[in-house]
């Protein structure tokens, strides 16, 4: 009995090792099968669409692309299998479109070419390769605008907040170094264009002098001389100072004598140390005007009309006058 049992395992064990290499014979020569196919199919020709990316280079003399132009290029083209694949898995360079090259000959509307794919199908098959046939490229029709390069002078324009410690404040305005600069781009984009700003800075408790190097903001396509400016910012201490301002009358009538109470105003200001002292009761106007004279109200309103422009916190007392109207 044991015996029996001892051969049926062993056929057994034989025919599965049998059965194993079968498959493995099988596999093998489906695997070779299918690689003679898939040569034999690759080694055929095909028709296949491709999106390539292009590139627009050499623009005529003194002339700028500023027209909007594609990235890609739309490819109907034939070829064998292999050349096909090699193009659908593989990135490859930019197709270069010589401007200069493809509208020359070509009559332009305000600076707007035509340009034929079709045209370019010599081309763009030199650059790719003489195993492919171009048949057609989308878009068929390329818009190529030209416009000539113009340099102007601009302004600079500050974009800039700051804040200072207390008791310190501008000495004098802000200002960049140089104040205007030269742009260069499309004629067409130029005209727009009558100040360059400063990128946004922002500046805290600042409390003594400060420079910087600042980049200017300026539109694709453009380019500017200098890149950058100076930011000048020149703070110096302030302190409180006080002056009485006489207040002179406007529009008195010959016939009539007008008295003030009080006849002057105190201004109370914030200065710079540097011009603390040369800041004189001239420097400031006060008035009031007999044509506003309201019947049954006694007093006038001060007019503070001038005062230094580099004054700070600026306040005055009273702002209101009585007054009392002697005739002759």
């Avoid at 004054?311 to 109207?325: A, G, S, T, Y």
Wanted: with cysteine.
């Amino acid at each position: 009995m044991n015996k029996n049992i001892a051969k049926l395992s062993k056929y057994f064990k034989v025919g599965k090792i049998r059965d194993n290499s079968r498959i493995i014979v099988f596999l093998i020569c489906l695997a070779i099968a299918t690689s003679f196919w898939f040569l034999n199919a690759l080694s055929k020709n095909y028709s296949a669409e491709i999106s390539y990316p292009v590139k627009f280079v050499n623009s005529p003399a003194n002339r700028f692309l500023a027209g909007k132009t594609p990235a890609k290029l739309d490819l109907e083209i034939n070829g064998q299998g292999f050349t096909l694949l090699r193009f659908k898995l593989l990135a490859f360079a930019p197709i270069k479109i010589d401007i200069d090259n493809v509208t020359k000959n070509l009559e332009s509307d305000s600076g707007a070419y035509k340009v034929t794919s079709s045209n370019l199908i010599q081309q763009i098959t030199e650059q790719l390769s003489s195993e492919i046939k171009i048949n057609k490229i989308s878009p068929e029709i390329l818009t190529i605008v030209l416009d000539s390069l113009a340099t102007k002078t601009v302004k600079v324009a500050l974009d800039v907040n700051v804040d200072f410690e207390p008791q310190f404040n501008l000495k004098s305005p802000i200002f960049t170094k140089p104040q205007e600069v030269k742009i260069t781009g499309p004629a067409i984009l130029l005209r727009k264009i009558s100040v360059l700003n400063t990128k946004v800075n922002i500046m805290n408790t600042l409390n003594s002098s400060f420079k910087q190097e600042i980049e200017l903001i300026h539109p694709d396509k453009t380019t500017i001389s200098p890149e950058k400016v100076s930011l000048l910012i020149d703070v110096e201490k302030y302190t409180e100072k006080e002056l009485r301002i006489p207040i002179e009358i406007l529009n008195s009538p010959k016939n009539a004598h007008i008295k003030l109470f009080p006849s002057e105003i105190k201004v109370v200001f914030s200065v710079g140390l540097s011009r603390f002292e040369n800041v004189i009761i001239s420097d400031f106007g006060a008035s009031v005007d007999y044509n506003s004279i309201v019947k049954d109200i006694n007093n006038l309103s001060v007019n503070l009309y001038k005062k230094p422009p580099f004054i700070q916190d600026l306040r005055f007392v009273p702002e209101k006058v009585e007054f009392l109207i002697e005739r002759n």
